[in-house]
């Protein structure tokens, strides 16, 4: 199985790239990613496949290329058909993304705010509608944040 860690450290190849600019939540899912390399077919006792080292580099890269400094750490499991899968909920939008590779993957959202209503769509090269769901999710996260620390200060 492929290292995950040792293929998302942008720092140990003498990146351009600062520890200061590169989203802690990157990281964290490598961390977790690299825990999930560890199961065995069967582990959920249905059945289930390992997540596929495709899913697994698809996940980081998706991770490293749509994820901003302040974006929250997702929930990361894996899926019995062998991909992965990133959640949250937060803030009133919850999103979840089905990772099968590094050139597919099935996102669903709802905004609550907006409509009560799941909205699904399967991405392949554009990650554009992808991009601004995270930029959206985070900057929600950072509102809520910023606006209970001044509840805190007051």
Do not use: H
């Amino acid at each position: 199985m492929t290292n995950i860690i040792q293929f998302t450290d942008p720092f140990s190849r003498g990146s351009a790239i600062s520890e200061d600019s590169y989203p802690i939540a990157v990281s964290k899912v490598a961390s977790q990613l690299e825990a999930l390399t560890s199961l065995q077919p069967n582990w959920d006792s249905y059945n289930a496949k390992p997540p596929s080292t495709n899913a697994l580099l698809g996940a980081i890269q998706l991770a490293s290329y749509t994820f901003q400094i302040t974006t929250p750490t997702p929930d990361v499991f894996p899926t019995p058909n062998g991909n992965i899968q990133f959640e949250w909920s937060i803030c009133n939008y919850d999103i979840e993304i089905e990772i099968e590779s590094g050139s597919k993957c099935i996102v669903s959202y709802m905004d609550l705010n907006a409509d009560n209503e799941w909205k699904e769509k399967t991405l392949t090269t554009n990650l554009a509608m992808l991009t601004n769901l995270i930029k959206e999710l985070t900057r929600r996260y950072v509102d809520e944040f910023e606006s209970k620390s001044s509840e805190n200060v007051a």
